[in-house]
C-alpha cells in the first residue's frame, strides 16, 4: 500500500502533507526520459543485462521503449520477457543516494499493432530524433507492463508502490514547471527562503536552498553554520500552476514580514 513520506517533524507534530509514493513515483517516471532498462541475459543464464534506454508512458504510465530487434536487450526479452527499468532524478547534482529514483519492474511485450499509432505519437512526443528510425523494419514499439515497482524518494524514504496504486497516481501538475520554479527561487530569492525557514519551519539558517517543489509545497536544504539539515514547508492550499505557485509564495513571504 502506499504510503506517505514519513516526516522529519518533532515527535506530535501533525506531518506536513506530501504527495503519496504512487504520486511521486507517477512524477518521476513522467519527468524522466532515460532510464536503465534490466533484462535477463540470453547468452548468461540468469544474469542481470543493463542497457541505456530512452523511454516514454503511455496514458496509463507505462513505459514504451522503441527498440531494434538486433540489439541485445530485444533478443533477451524475446527469450524472457521479464525486465526492469530504473528511473532516477533527472539534473540531480547532489549526493547520488539523496535523489528519487524509481524501479519499475514488470514484463516487456511487442505493442499491439491497434495500439502502434498511439504509442508512436508518446513516444516522439518525448524522443524526435527517434523519427530518423523510427520507420526502420527491424525497430518495433515494446511496453513494459508494470507489475509492480519500488521507489526512494532520498534517505528512509522509500517503500514499495503497487502497480494499481501506480495507475491510478496522476503526475504532479507542477512536474513540468517544478524545475524553473526552484531555479528562481534559488537565483532570486535566497532572503525569501531563509525567512520561510525561520516562520514556517521554526528553523535558523544561514543559508537555505529550494531542492523540490509540489502541489502540495515544497522542500528546503539548510545550512546553520556546520549543521545540514532539510525541511519541508507545506502551502497554504494547492498549488497547480507557476502562476498559482508565485502568488502563494509571494503570499507567504508576506506574512513572514507581518502583512495580511
Known amino acids: 500500500m502506499s504510503r506517505h513520506a514519513?516526516?522529519?517533524?518533532?515527535?506530535?507534530?501533525?506531518?506536513?502533507?506530501?504527495?503519496?509514493?504512487?504520486?511521486?513515483a507517477?512524477?518521476?517516471?513522467?519527468?524522466?526520459?532515460?532510464?536503465?532498462?534490466?533484462?535477463?541475459?540470453?547468452?548468461?543464464?540468469?544474469?542481470?543485462?543493463?542497457?541505456?534506454?530512452?523511454?516514454?508512458?503511455?496514458?496509463?504510465?507505462?513505459?514504451?521503449?522503441?527498440?531494434s530487434s538486433m540489439a541485445m536487450h530485444t533478443q533477451n526479452l524475446q527469450?524472457?520477457?521479464?525486465?526492469?527499468?530504473?528511473v532516477t532524478q533527472p539534473g540531480w547534482s547532489g549526493d547520488p543516494l539523496a535523489a528519487a529514483r524509481l524501479t519499475l519492474m514488470g514484463e516487456g511485450h511487442v505493442v499491439p499493432a491497434e495500439e502502434t499509432k498511439t504509442a508512436r505519437g508518446a513516444y516522439l512526443a518525448r524522443h524526435e530524433r527517434a523519427a530518423y528510425w523510427v520507420d526502420f523494419e527491424d525497430f518495433a514499439f515494446w511496453r513494459l507492463e508494470?507489475?509492480?515497482?519500488?521507489?526512494?524518494?532520498?534517505?528512509?524514504?522509500?517503500?514499495?508502490?503497487?502497480?494499481?496504486?501506480?495507475?491510478?497516481a496522476e503526475p504532479d501538475p507542477l512536474a513540468d514547471v517544478a524545475g524553473g520554479i526552484v531555479e528562481h527561487m534559488n537565483r532570486d530569492h535566497a532572503d525569501a527562503l531563509v525567512a520561510y525557514a525561520r516562520v514556517y519551519a521554526r528553523e535558523q539558517?544561514?543559508?537555505?536552498?529550494?531542492?523540490?517543489?509540489?502541489?502540495?509545497?515544497?522542500?528546503?536544504?539548510?545550512?546553520?553554520?556546520d549543521r545540514l539539515s532539510s525541511v519541508r514547508i507545506a502551502f497554504p492550499r494547492e498549488v497547480r500552476t507557476a502562476?498559482?505557485?508565485?502568488?502563494?509564495?509571494t503570499e507567504m513571504l508576506r506574512q513572514t514580514r507581518g502583512g495580511p
Open 243 to 249: 502562476g498559482e505557485s508565485r502568488e502563494v509564495l
Open 26 to 67: 507517477r512524477t518521476l517516471a513522467h519527468v524522466g526520459r532515460v532510464g536503465t532498462l534490466a533484462t535477463l541475459s540470453r547468452r548468461h543464464p540468469g544474469h542481470p543485462f543493463a542497457s541505456v534506454m530512452p523511454y516514454a508512458l503511455d496514458g496509463a504510465g507505462r513505459p514504451l521503449v522503441l527498440i
Open 146 to 168: 508494470v507489475v509492480d515497482l519500488y521507489f526512494v524518494g532520498g534517505f528512509a524514504a522509500m517503500d514499495w508502490v503497487s502497480a494499481a496504486d501506480y495507475a491510478a
Open 79 to 86: 527469450v524472457d520477457p521479464r525486465a526492469s527499468l530504473l
Open 6 to 24: 514519513p516526516p522529519a517533524d518533532a515527535p506530535g507534530t501533525p506531518p506536513v502533507p506530501e504527495p503519496t509514493y504512487a504520486e511521486r
Open 205 to 225: 539558517a544561514d543559508e537555505a536552498t529550494m531542492v523540490a517543489v509540489d502541489r502540495l509545497g515544497f522542500k528546503l536544504r539548510l545550512r546553520q553554520g
